[in-house]
Nanobody
Framework: QVQLVESGGGLVQAGGSLRLSCAAS????????MGWFRQAPGKEREFVAG????????SYADSVKGRFTISRDNAKNAVYLQMNSLEPEDTAVYYC?????????????????WGQGTQVTVSS
């Protein structure tokens, strides 16, 4: 049974930083894409960042480019999201996701496994 478990969310002031972690179990995603999505109240789930199995290819939403960094540790079957210069607009539930594919896609329906989500709240 595949499980993705996120951690690291919380409350932070605007301009602050948080680091989200996602630990995968049940199968390895070394050869697959892993990514992060977020969903704010009343909005659709949106792509935040993703990286390929080798982590040599990354993709970011324009809204977070230059502020967020995705990384992964294949030995630990884990993916991380370093979030800097946080803004109130970043407030959302953040989800870790994994795909059976090896090309990064931005649609939520392209991902096969999901974590339960972790709340990130940025106060102004």
């Amino acid at each position: 049974q595949v499980q993705l478990v996120e951690s690291g969310g919380g409350l932070v002031q605007a301009g602050g930083s948080l680091r989200l972690s996602c630990a995968a179990s049940g199968r390895t995603f070394v050869n697959n894409v892993m990514g992060w999505f977020r969903q704010a109240p009343g909005k659709e789930r949106e792509f935040v960042a993703g990286n390929s199995w080798s982590a040599s290819v990354t993709s970011y939403a324009d809204s977070v480019k230059g502020r967020f960094t995705i990384s992964r540790d294949n030995a630990k079957n884990a993916v991380y999201l370093q979030m800097n210069s946080l803004e109130p607009e970043d407030t959302a539930v953040y989800y870790c996701a994994a795909s059976r594919q090896w090309l990064i896609k931005r649609g939520a329906d392209e991902y096969d496994y999901w974590g339960q989500g972790t709340q990130v709240t940025v106060s102004s």
